[in-house]
């Protein structure tokens, strides 16, 4: 009975097996089957050797291409913004394995360059938007003269991709007395971050245009281009008063000056035209007459100027104006005409008779 029995069971869990197979074990093939072609099926994870990004840390769908689900998952941190690093190949493929990425296909690259891309300002662009925002504070003038001075080189800043907003003046000071600025910039972010400050003091000065001694000058020198730079100088160095290179090319000097000194108008005079013990020619020209004679000047003079000279036929000394080089007008006495007396009445010497011998004049006694 115990044999029968043990058969019986036996016959009914042979029978049972056909009833599993077509309600298990046909679908678990069909479902690997269909697994093994969506594997096939994907394209391999190939690493990158150079990588752009602009968040604070790396993720695998930035080093690798066809990360799948993997590709959010961060396993580095990213480089200062505007910088460069670089990471060994065997190593990110050993991070790529710890968070199941396997079968990643390198071809051949052994380093992978990260950069952080980044907004830059370059120095020159931030001493110009500082300028901007002290233009008229305080009786400054144009930004286009003032000259900075910062507390701290200027160097490149390389901020957030993300701070990509209008870059405003958020705190602008400025003190007349030392000329000292304080200036905050501020950079907006797309992303909804807080916004980036920069902070930057020093030294303003405005600044004049003026034409600057390029060697020493004599007094009584005559300037020519090549003795000129232009240069800006502090305004309250050259005050008002600054000469331009076209008014002092072909001017005089009035007294000696070093080179690098600044010129001023009242530095400068129209160039004598005439020297002293210089021959000069005396011009006399009147209505209908024009002669000329000549002349030794007694003294130097510009254009206009009254100069004293001696004729050298008649030896005698006379005065004329400055018209040209070595020339010397002399104008002709204009007579003047005899005042007339205030008075009608004659006066009594004017009125007593003369002597006819002596031509004393005669009194006559009052009866």
Known sequence: ??????????????????????NDVAPRRVVLASTMQTAAALPAPVLRGHVDITDEVVRI??????????????????????????????QVLDVLRAHQVIGVETHGIRNVAVTRLARTLEPDDIELRIAVALEHRNGLGDAKDLLLTFDKDLTTIHLDAANN????????????????????????????????????????????????LARDVDRNAQLKFSDIVM?????AEVG?????????????MRRQMRAGQALHGADLARPDLVQRDEAVTLIYQAA???LTVRGQATEAGTEGDIV??????????????????????????????????????PSAAATAPVSAQNGAPTSSKAE
């Not at 070595?326 to 002709?332: A, D, H, K, L």
């Open 1 to 22: 009975m115990a044999v029968r029995s043990f058969l019986i069971a036996g016959a009914l869990l042979a029978a049972s097996i056909p009833a599993l197979a077509g």
């Open 61 to 90: 769908g930035d080093l690798v291409d066809n990360a799948g689900d993997a590709a959010q998952v961060a396993i580095y941190r990213s480089p200062n913004p505007g910088t460069t690093g670089s990471l060994l190949a065997t």
């Open 165 to 212: 907003a209008a870059i405003n003046p958020m705190v602008t000071r400025f003190d007349p007395r030392n000329g000292r600025f304080d200036v905050t910039l501020e950079v907006g972010n797309d992303s909804g971050a807080a916004p980036a400050r920069l902070r930057f003091t020093g030294v303003a000065v405005e600044t004049v245009e003026a034409a600057v």
């Open 231 to 235: 240069e800006r100088r502090p305004k």
């Open 240 to 252: 008002h008063d600054a000469a331009s290179r076209d008014h002092a090319v072909g001017m005089q």
């Open 288 to 290: 209908g007459i024009y």
């Open 308 to 345: 004293t000279v001696l004729n050298l036929q008649s030896k005698r000394t006379v005065s004329g104006v400055v018209v040209g080089r070595g020339q010397v007008s002399v104008s002709p006495v204009t007579p003047v005409a005899p005042r007339k007396l205030a008075s009608a009445e």
